[in-house]
């Protein structure tokens, strides 16, 4: 008890020097420093309003036991002991609940974030798993709220999608989509299958944190710049211009191609926002993968080789490998309805980093 009172009260005096700090006309003319205590401002706030919750809770503890102690009236002695009753019901609970918000917030959680799908092992079948899974993603934006811009796309031979890029601007969107890295895979019977027969396809999924360039200092001089003309399948939207950028960035190998906006300027913004999400993405990794060998994850976002999900049309049922849930309503879940299997990642995340913080 005094241990999480003694964090809170550490928490309080910072949220009281940060609130000083952003009135500061020093720090508001330095704008990285002052966006960055804005949002730290932002972030203390609510465990500043439960370090003080917190106090009155067990303050009106203590002074309802010291009445109980030193007082003879019947009645006033029950209403005591009934107000100690309901405070020490509350306080495990807000404890808990403490407890989860002290759990170190991942500070990519609330950044835009770049998604990329990519067909794996099943050919044309794979393509086609690649549009539905894109589908269900779109779904499942427009029921939060948040806005997307397909960036890059190449398109299967007989239809779908052999990749798709896209950025997606929202609320707290990273901390959701972060489970989603991965490889996805598909057993049913493809539409190009005359047999009937299942097979089994996979796709890959990468979620990556969308870098600022605060976050990620990219240096155009590393940067090769290509144009070329956009493929596409003809008609009046066929590009007759070399709009299409292509960026390699040189130290590292990392090629990054963006056609899909009309213009080569648009094009060249988004090819840069991507290759920059890659990059600041490879250093995170290099972060992760050195923290994982002092503590292996059990939803890791590092690896994305991993098997996660398996989509099992005969039967239904979409399976989590990394937390073993199965939830059986497929056709729901490919409409966007994911919301319970992410939440379920998530609580398994916050019980893994709780259960790190005892240890």
């Known amino acids: 008890m005094s241990d999480l009172l003694s964090k809170l009260e550490a928490i309080h005096y910072r949220f009281v020097e940060v609130g000083k700090m952003i009135t500061d006309p020093d720090i508001i003319s330095n704008m990285e420093r002052y966006v960055k205590l804005n949002k730290e401002y932002r972030e203390l706030e609510s465990l500043d309003a439960v370090y003080k919750e917190y106090g009155n809770l067990l303050a009106n503890i203590k002074s309802s036991r010291e009445l109980l102690e030193t007082e003879t009236d019947p009645d006033m002695r029950e209403m005591a002991k009934m107000e100690i009753d309901e405070l020490e019901t509350r306080l495990?609970?807000?404890?808990?609940?403490?407890?989860?918000?002290?759990?170190?917030?991942?500070?990519?959680?609330?950044?835009?974030?770049?998604?990329?799908?990519?067909?794996?092992?099943?050919?044309?079948?794979?393509?086609?798993?690649?549009?539905?899974?894109?589908?269900?993603?779109?779904?499942?934006?427009?029921?939060?709220?948040?806005?997307?811009?397909?960036?890059?796309?190449?398109?299967?031979?007989?239809?779908?999608?052999?990749?798709?890029?896209?950025?997606?601007?929202?609320?707290?969107?990273?901390?959701?989509?972060?489970?989603?890295?991965?490889?996805?895979?598909?057993?049913?019977?493809?539409?190009?299958?005359?047999?009937?027969?299942?097979?089994?396809?996979?796709?890959?999924?990468?979620?990556?944190?969308?870098?600022?360039?605060?976050?990620?200092?990219?240096?155009?001089?590393?940067?090769?710049?290509?144009?070329?003309?956009?493929?596409?399948?003809?008609?009046?939207?066929?590009?007759?211009?070399?709009?299409?950028?292509?960026?390699?960035?040189?130290?590292?190998?990392?090629?990054?191609?963006?056609?899909?906006?009309?213009?080569?300027?648009?094009?060249?913004e988004k090819a840069i926002s991507v290759l920059r999400s890659r990059l600041y993405q490879a250093e995170l990794d290099r972060v992760h993968n050195e923290r994982a060998a002092h503590r292996k994850t059990l939803v890791s976002t590092g690896d994305r080789s991993a098997k996660i999900r398996t989509y099992n049309y005969p039967q239904g049922r979409i399976t989590d490998h990394r937390i073993n849930k199965t939830i059986y309503n497929l056709s729901s879940f490919m409409n966007g309805d994911m919301r319970e299997m992410i939440d379920a990642l998530k609580v398994a995340e916050n019980a893994e980093k709780l259960k790190g913080e005892e240890v």
């Open 92 to 268: 495990p609970v807000l404890e808990e609940e403490i407890k989860m918000m002290l759990i170190p917030k991942d500070p990519e959680d609330d950044k835009n974030a770049i998604m990329e799908l990519r067909a794996g092992t099943g050919g044309d079948e794979a393509c086609i798993f690649v549009e539905d899974v894109f589908r269900m993603y779109t779904m499942f934006f427009k029921e939060m709220g948040w806005q997307y811009e397909i960036v890059n796309s190449s398109e299967g031979t007989v239809k779908g999608y052999k990749e798709i890029s896209m950025e997606i601007i929202g609320l707290g969107l990273y901390g959701m989509l972060k489970f989603e890295s991965g490889v996805h895979r598909v057993q049913r019977v493809p539409e190009t299958e005359s047999q009937g027969r299942v097979h089994t396809s996979a796709i890959t999924v990468a979620v990556l944190p969308e870098a600022e360039e605060v976050d990620f200092n990219l240096d155009m001089n590393d940067v090769r710049k290509d144009t070329f003309r956009a493929s596409g399948a003809g008609g009046q939207h066929i590009n007759k211009t070399e709009s299409a950028i292509r960026l390699t960035h040189i130290p590292t190998g990392t090629v990054v191609e963006c056609q899909d906006g009309r213009s080569q300027h648009k094009n060249l």
